[in-house]
């Protein structure tokens, strides 16, 4: 009798466990930033951002400081078609005293938040002209999220963001 009770428990325990397991969902998430630095750059770069069919979000934030020069930033998908485009461009005259010193960073940002986006590579342009500067590149693939897990996302990249 006892065997058979304790049968029945571990077989109960088993079944709830099954159970649980199989209407638990996966989340992933995979971060990647990168820090691309310009010293009176003029060649184009080309960043590969290559999305899989099983991340149903992406998140591509895209941050430059610039002192000197113009960038044109670009994010094209793997149809080819431009998803987003932004150029920053430094003023080259400004009008000062003899006794005035200054100083221009422009900053520019580009978010895009892509819910089912294209698998394949996406890519990221960055066209300088005698450009100096930073760009800071973020992308965050996401598999299965939920909306407090968007939520987290985005207030962590607006945390990390510095105000820009």
């Known amino acids: ?71 044109e930033i670009a994010l094209i998908k793997p149809n080819g078609d431009a998803t987003g485009t932004m150029t920053a461009i430094n003023d080259i005259d400004i009008s000062k005293g003899d006794n005035t010193d200054v100083k221009e960073k422009v900053m520019v940002r580009m978010i895009q938040n892509l819910e089912d986006p294209l698998p394949g590579d996406w890519i990221i342009y960055i066209t300088p002209t005698k450009s100096t500067g930073e760009i800071y590149i973020n992308t965050t693939h996401m598999k299965n999220p939920k909306k407090d897990d968007l939520r987290e996302f985005i207030d962590e990249e607006e945390s990390i963001s510095g105000g820009l």
């Open 1 to 71: 009798m006892k065997e058979s009770i304790k049968s029945i428990l571990i077989l109960s325990t088993l079944i709830l466990i099954n159970c649980s397991l199989s209407f638990a969902q996966d989340f992933e998430r995979i971060d990647r930033r990168k820090i691309i630095k310009l010293s009176n750059e003029s060649t184009q770069a080309e960043i590969k951002v290559r999305v899989s069919k099983e991340h149903d979000f992406v998140a591509v934030w895209i941050k430059g400081i610039f002192d000197a020069g113009e960038t």
